[in-house]
């Protein structure tokens, strides 16, 4: 059997398998290089929120609310879906440790290093938890979304705990979307070389580039080559996707399919 696995740019994914169907971090209103809106995203199974920030959280509430899909997230993240529309009894918080299953989908958070902040309305802001998550989709295929983490050690710990055999890692930056201010933003929360040694900690079968734009980036290039000179298993792959680009993936192989 086969997951199938959709990119819509940024860190939004659509992994559909055995198990069911996930939405990774939703943002497509907004979203440069996104080929569908939010109206037609198909119904997933459940929603995964990594953390607050806009281009990971942006249009959850509205697929939340036409699909009925379950969201699993955290708290700070929870309070701005709700003024956002979403009922509470749609969402599901949760933090590193504590499983969900969602029909025969094993939805595990991890360990983050991040930050998750929401502004509300009224002019508040609400902490949370950031996280990564591990899913199974199914026996051969456990795919862990990076939710914007920093490289660190015990992402190894992550990989003999819950054995992911694909990673969607962080790599650069979307850099139209990176705020102003004084000095320059020169990396993404991992620098290349950095997402590469987190494939390696993880004890990644297929490593996946992330959190982009643009795919002909140098940094999605060099994230590419790094993989396979901090690789030790001797069989680790590596692949950028382009926005709408879909894959199947059995077992340690893959193949495009549009």
Not at 102 to 107: H, R
Not at 146 to 151: H, I
Not at 203 to 215: I, K, P, Q, T, W
Not at 227 to 250: C, F
Request: hydrophobic share 40%; charged share 20%; net charge negative.
């Amino acid at each position: 059997m086969t997951t199938r696995l959709t990119f819509y740019g940024i860190a939004c994914y659509l992994a559909e398998g055995p198990n069911g169907c996930v939405l990774f971090d939703p943002f497509l209103t907004g979203n440069p290089v996104a080929p569908i809106g939010p109206d037609d995203v198909p119904t997933p199974d459940v929603i995964v929120v990594s953390h607050a920030a806009f281009d990971h959280s942006g249009d959850a509430a509205k697929v939340a609310l036409r699909t009925k899909a379950p969201v699993i997230c955290g708290v700070d993240t929870a309070e701005l879906l709700v003024e956002q529309g979403v009922d509470r009894a749609q969402l599901r918080t949760t933090v590193w440790g504590i499983a969900v299953a969602v029909g025969n989908l094993f939805i595990q958070p991890v360990e983050c290093h991040h930050w998750s902040v929401a502004k509300l309305s009224d002019g508040r802001f609400v902490t949370g938890t950031p996280m990564g998550f591990v899913i199974t989709l199914e026996e051969n295929c456990r795919i862990y979304h990076f939710g914007d983490s920093a490289v660190f050690g015990d992402m190894r710990l992550i990989g003999e705990l819950h054995h992911p055999t694909v990673g969607l890692l962080g790599c650069t930056q979307p850099w139209s979307l990176v705020a102003p201010g004084p000095g320059e933003v020169v990396t993404g929360e991992m620098a290349p070389r950095e997402a590469a040694l987190a494939a390696e900690l993880l004890r990644l079968e297929l490593a996946v580039g992330s959190h982009y734009e643009d795919v002909s980036h140098p940094h999605v290039s060099e994230f590419l080559d790094e993989v396979g000179k901090q690789d030790s298993t001797g069989h680790r792959q590596a692949l950028a996707m382009r926005p709408g680009e879909t894959i199947d993936i059995d077992g340690p192989t893959f193949r495009f399919v549009r």
